[in-house]
T-cell receptor
Framework: RKEVEQDPGPFNVPEGATVAFNCTYS??????FFWYRQDCRKEPKLLMS???SGNEDGRFTAQLNRASQYISLLIRDSKLSDSATYLC???????????FGKGTHLIIQP | GAGVSQSPRYKVAKRGQDVALRCDPI?????LFWYQQALGQGPEFLTY????????KSGLPSDRFFAERPEGSVSTLKIQRTQQEDSAVYLC????????????FGEGSRLTVL
């Protein structure tokens, strides 16, 4: 089993809809996880940190489920500008290695 | 600028050539990471520095890959005898602290090996 798994999509969602996707991980004792956003041919940028209690920032909500070993990202009232690849990041292994999932490709359609 | 700077942005190499990719992190950032990102994939961890010390190089795919950060700031990723499978975007990221915090990425160096 891969250490960090994401559904690659693409998720085709109409503008204004709510979309959610999960990221499962094999094992981590870390307290913090991350969602990064990557636009086409650009570098990844931090979207949200995910703590044990979850995190909400405007239209975005991230949650951590330790028992089932997954983190989720919920986007409400989606905008065209939300179209991007969303990368889940899990601290695994030693030396603070941050392991990225392959990303979920989201397309918001007008 | 104040961000992570990488050069060259684009590099085309003939198979067998050596290449060197440079990363200039955000000033004062302790941690520096190199990642390799193939088309349609997420970034794959290569190596990690804390100041000048290379604490983890477990992700380097072969002994043709070598990274250094001799003065704890600028880092160079060197690939010897390049192969076609080395074609990818090489991303550098820095982080202010040693063990936690946001990764700030450079725009990457896109390597194409012919």
């Amino acid at each position: 089993r891969k250490e960090v798994e994401q559904d690659p999509g693409p998720f085709n969602v109409p503008e204004g809809a709510t979309v959610a996707f999960n990221c499962t991980y094999s094992n981590s004792a870390s307290q913090s996880f991350f969602w990064y956003r990557q636009d086409c041919r650009k570098e990844p940028k931090l979207l949200m940190s995910v703590y044990s209690s979850g995190n909400e920032d405007g239209r975005f909500t991230a949650q951590l489920n330790r028992a089932s070993q997954y983190i989720s990202l919920l986007i409400r009232d989606s905008k065209l500008s939300d179209s991007a690849t969303y990368l889940c990041v899990v601290p695994l292994g030693g030396a603070d290695g941050l392991t990225f999932g392959k990303g979920t490709h989201l397309i918001i359609q007008p | 600028g104040a961000g992570v700077s990488q050069s060259p942005r684009y590099k085309v190499a003939k198979r067998g050539q050596d290449v060197a990719l440079r990363c200039d992190p955000i000033s004062g950032h302790v941690s520096l990471f190199w990642y390799q990102q193939a088309l349609g994939q997420g970034p794959e961890f290569l190596t990690y520095f804390q100041n000048e010390a290379q604490l983890d190089k477990s992700g380097l795919p072969s002994d043709r890959f070598f990274a250094e950060r001799p003065e704890g700031s600028v880092s160079t990723l060197k690939i010897q005898r390049t192969q076609q499978e080395d074609s990818a975007v090489y991303l550098c990221a820095s982080r202010e602290l040693a063990a936690t915090g946001e990764l700030f990425f450079g725009e990457g160096s896109r390597l194409t090996v012919l």
